[in-house]
């Protein structure tokens, strides 16, 4: 997908207009409606203001798919998954993996236990 696209996509997930995104990122609702079309790009520091409002990477915002020399390595697969997910199931995600740190955590305590037993 281009920049335009993801644009357009999350501001829609997140029921924001043009006209209140350029608002808060200090721009005009043209300016909104331009990226969205793939007329313009933003600079750097307004890319930058964009993946910050909607709490994402810029590769994620641009489209862009990291390339690995090991492109099966379980990183990168988890960063793609991670930031696939809308902000619920990241939420949901970071539970997950609490709750096996913490039973990583109880499995050794116990193993500590009966080693000094």
């Not at 990477?57 to 020399?69: A, C, K, Q």
């Not at 930031?83 to 997950?96: G, Q, T």
Request: aromatic letters at 6%; glycine letters at 4%.
């Amino acid at each position: 997908m281009s920049f335009g696209s993801n644009l357009e996509k999350l501001r829609k997930e997140r029921k924001i207009s043009q006209s209140k995104l350029g608002c808060a990122l200090g721009i005009t609702q043209q300016m909104i409606s331009s990226y969205e079309k793939d007329i313009s790009s933003p600079n750097i520091e307004t890319l930058i203001k964009i993946a910050d409002f909607f709490e994402i990477s810029i590769d994620r915002l641009v489209g862009h798919i990291v390339r690995s020399e090991n492109p099966v390595s379980l990183k990168v697969q988890f960063d793609q998954l991670f930031d696939s997910f809308s902000n619920e199931d990241k939420e949901r995600c970071i539970i997950i993996l609490k709750a096996l740190l913490l039973d990583r955590e109880k499995a050794g305590e116990k193993l500590l236990k009966k080693k000094t037993s």
